[in-house]
């Protein structure tokens, strides 16, 4: 054999390799799917609740403080005019005791009186009530999409919606580029 044929041989088998090695990737690559197919796509929320505080002025009456609590003033001043109602009654020893029970009838009476006073008397004001609230929103977290690739399905989140098929890069999904129209 010659030099000349011994290097044809040679490069020969060389091409044929390269050929043959290059035919192997362009089917391996023909053979890989370009897009999965998806099935569904279904937004992801998240409802999100933020707490604050709702204050309202209020009107309140109460039961004002009893300044005289013996409700002394309304027993002296019944008792005072019982026995002036007493003294016009009667003579002698019976004018006496009219005057006495009329002032204790009039005590009596004007304890009575200043009692339902007392509890009839009110304070108003105003009150601040607070109550803790909660504002709700509906958060954005992407979608889940379901597809098929190579025969298999599952699930992902994306962040945006794919339509109707995810771009494949060497056999993974392309998941973080929307597609170029």
């Known amino acids: ?102 002032a204790a009838a009039g005590g009596y009476a004007g304890n009575k009186v200043q009692q339902n006073l007392q509890n009839r008397d009110t304070e108003s004001s105003v009150e601040r009530r607070c109550k803790t609230v909660y504002d709700s929103f509906e958060k954005h977290l992407g979608y889940d999409v379901t597809y098929r690739l190579d025969g298999k399905q599952d699930m992902v989140r994306m962040a945006y919606n794919p339509g109707t098929k995810i771009p494949v890069r060497d056999g993974h999904l392309v998941i973080d580029e929307p597609p170029k129209n």
């Not at 030099?3 to 490069?11: A, E, R």
């Not at 197919?37 to 309202?56: G, N, Q, W």
């Not at 009667?90 to 006496?96: A, D, I, L, S």
């Open 1 to 102: 054999m010659d030099k000349s044929m011994l290097k044809g041989m040679l490069i020969g088998g060389v091409v044929v390799t390269a050929v043959t090695a290059a035919g192997v990737t362009g089917y391996q690559q023909i053979k890989q799917p370009v897009f999965a197919e998806v099935l569904s796509a279904k937004e992801a929320t998240e409802t999100v609740r933020t707490p604050r505080e709702e204050c309202v002025d209020v009107p309140v009456q109460r039961r004002a403080a009893v300044r005289d609590q013996h409700r002394i003033a309304g027993t002296a001043i019944g008792a005072v005019a019982g026995g002036l109602l007493g003294s016009a009654v009667g003579q002698g020893t019976g004018k006496k005791l009219a005057i006495v029970a009329g």
